[in-house]
């Protein structure tokens, strides 16, 4: 999630994460900093100081979890984009994304929004209407992937994944989701621009997973408590792990994520942009500015940007 005047005076930053150092199989230990913004709460992971990205993602932001009383609900306004791909994964609840492209699509628990901005895409994020009405809870995971070098001025795209689309792992205590990329010999139909793995897994007090191969990979937790090779790991906590780290087991019922892939080198993160470019970012900064970005059937309002970044002034 992003947005609003106190993102704009950081740079787009929720806020930062406290960092520990990490031990055993973690190399550092990230614990979200809560922000309400807009009347929800969002809780930041990536980026920050002592972690930029693991692999090619490089913004993590989980969402909630909140109740809407009726007649109130999500609403961010449209918004540009560079040079990455975003994900939404829900828990609960809906969420409308409309985008310039004309898709118009509902997000729910179990499906796969991605949305891959290339060149320049606009997209807002609301409650549908009907769930508006009645009011209700929503809760979820929002990441960004950055581009490879060589895919960042891609046309835009955007392609929806239902929950039955998506290869399902299960064993006694175990059931994993293979959300995008390839995990466990299974690969996700999420159209993915470099190497990566985004895997949801629900285990049992107990029970045991391998963690994916990957050459960079972290643990989030969003409920519960595991262990990776004897260190545990508690919720609303990222777990970057060190080459080698193995086994993650349950020590409650957990609930989790794993993402991972090779990293693409240093990036240019600023409001809603991402890009190994500097200037890129300013350029965007300045067309959004001019109105140069296309708009978003449906939408008459936009999140203005009143300040450039200090490389755009500086040009």
């Given at each position: 999630?992003r947005?609003?005047?106190?993102?704009?005076?950081?740079?787009?930053?929720?806020?930062?994460?406290?960092?520990?150092?990490g031990?055993?199989?973690?190399?550092?230990?990230?614990?979200?900093?809560?922000?309400?913004?807009?009347?929800f709460?969002?809780g930041?992971?990536?980026?920050?100081?002592?972690?930029?990205?693991?692999?090619?993602?490089?913004?993590?932001?989980?969402?909630?979890?909140?109740?809407?009383?009726?007649?109130?609900?999500?609403?961010?306004?449209?918004?540009?984009?560079i040079?990455?791909?975003?994900?939404?994964w829900?828990?609960?609840?809906?969420?409308?994304?409309?985008?310039?492209?004309?898709?118009?699509?509902?997000?729910?628990?179990?499906?796969?929004?991605?949305?891959t901005?290339?060149?320049?895409?606009?997209?807002?994020?609301?409650?549908?209407p009907?769930?508006?009405?009645?009011?209700?809870?929503?809760?979820?995971?929002?990441?960004?992937?950055?581009?490879?070098?060589?895919?960042?001025d891609?046309?835009p795209?955007?392609?929806?994944?239902?929950a039955?689309?998506?290869?399902?792992i299960?064993?006694?205590?175990?059931?994993?989701?293979?959300?995008?990329?390839?995990?466990?010999?299974?690969?996700?139909?999420?159209?993915?621009?470099?190497?990566?793995?985004?895997?949801?897994?629900?285990?049992?007090?107990g029970?045991s997973?391998?963690?994916?191969?990957?050459?960079?990979?972290?643990?989030?937790?969003?409920?519960?408590?595991?262990?990776?090779?004897?260190?545990?790991?508690g919720?609303?906590?990222l777990?970057?792990?060190?080459?080698?780290?193995?086994?993650i087991?349950?020590?409650?019922?957990?609930?989790?994520?794993?993402?991972?892939?090779?990293?693409?080198?240093?990036?240019?993160?600023?409001?809603?942009?991402v890009?190994?470019?500097?200037?890129?970012?300013?350029?965007?900064?300045?067309?959004?500015?001019?109105?140069?970005?296309?708009?978003?059937?449906?939408?008459?309002?936009?999140?203005p940007?009143?300040?450039l970044?200090?490389?755009?002034?500086a040009?």
């Amino acid at each position: 999630m992003r947005s609003e005047e106190a993102e704009r005076r950081d740079g787009g930053a929720a806020g930062e994460a406290l960092a520990s150092e990490g031990t055993g199989p973690f190399e550092v230990v990230l614990e979200e900093h809560r922000k309400v913004i807009d009347g929800f709460p969002v809780g930041r992971l990536l980026p920050v100081m002592a972690r930029r990205a693991v692999g090619p993602f490089v913004f993590f932001d989980h969402m909630g979890p909140t109740a809407f009383e009726p007649g109130r609900g999500l609403d961010v306004r449209p918004h540009p984009h560079i040079h990455l791909s975003t994900v939404t994964w829900l828990f609960e609840g809906e969420i409308l994304h409309r985008d310039s492209l004309g898709y118009v699509q509902v997000i729910a628990p179990g499906a796969v929004n991605w949305m891959t901005a290339g060149r320049g895409i606009v997209h807002s994020e609301r409650t549908p209407p009907e769930a508006r009405e009645r009011g209700g809870r929503i809760h979820g995971l929002q990441l960004w992937v950055a581009s490879p070098v060589d895919g960042e001025d891609v046309e835009p795209a955007f392609s929806h994944h239902p929950a039955e689309t998506l290869p399902v792992i299960e064993r006694p205590g175990v059931k994993v989701v293979v959300l995008a990329g390839e995990a466990y010999g299974v690969q996700s139909p999420v159209p993915v621009q470099s190497p990566l793995c985004y895997v949801e897994a629900r285990l049992s007090a107990g029970a045991s997973l391998e963690a994916p191969d990957q050459i960079e990979r972290a643990i989030y937790v969003v409920s519960g408590e595991l262990e990776v090779d004897g260190e545990g790991l508690g919720p609303e906590r990222l777990g970057v792990l060190r080459a080698g780290a193995r086994t993650i087991v349950a020590r409650t019922d957990v609930h989790f994520v794993v993402i991972g892939g090779a990293p693409l080198g240093a990036r240019t993160i600023w409001w809603n942009f991402v890009s190994s470019r500097e200037e890129a970012v300013a350029e965007a900064a300045r067309r959004w500015q001019a109105g140069g970005f296309p708009r978003v059937p449906g939408e008459t309002e936009f999140i203005p940007l009143e300040t450039l970044p200090p490389f755009a002034r500086a040009t």
